[in-house]
Nanobody
Framework: QDKLVESGGGLVQAGTSLRLSCVAS????????MGWFRQAPGKEREFVAG????????LYADSVKGRFTISRDNSKNSLYLQMNDLQPGDTAVYYC?????????????????WGQGTQVTVSP
């Protein structure tokens, strides 16, 4: 069964770091681009970062550039998001997603598998 499971969220203070992980089971990780999205209360789910299957193309939302780093380990079917200098505006549920294609993409509609999400809360 294809499944994505996120972990690593938590409650932290502004200026600190967290590392999110996502493990894929089934066949979805093979040849799939992957991405991280987030959704704050009362807001639309928004793109955070995306990475191609080979890791040679990476995209970031302007709001996280220079602070967040997406990476993947295909041998472990795992996706990561290193988040540094977290701010209260980063508070959201973070979702891991698998793309239909091998590309990195900002388009939410291009992702067809989603994890259940992990909560990240940043206090001032």
């Amino acid at each position: 069964q294809d499944k994505l499971v996120e972990s690593g969220g938590g409650l932290v203070q502004a200026g600190t770091s967290l590392r999110l992980s996502c493990v894929a089971s089934g066949r979805m990780f093979s040849n799939n681009g992957m991405g991280w999205f987030r959704q704050a209360p009362g807001k639309e789910r928004e793109f955070v970062a995306g990475i191609s299957w080979r890791g040679d193309n990476i995209l970031y939302a302007d709001s996280v550039k220079g602070r967040f780093t997406i990476s993947r380990d295909n041998s472990k079917n795992s996706l990561y998001l290193q988040m540094n200098d977290l701010q209260p505006g980063d508070t959201a549920v973070y979702y891991c997603a698998a793309n239909r294609r091998a590309i990195a993409s900002e388009s939410r509609s291009s992702y067809n598998y989603w994890g259940q999400g992990t909560q990240v809360t940043v206090s001032p």
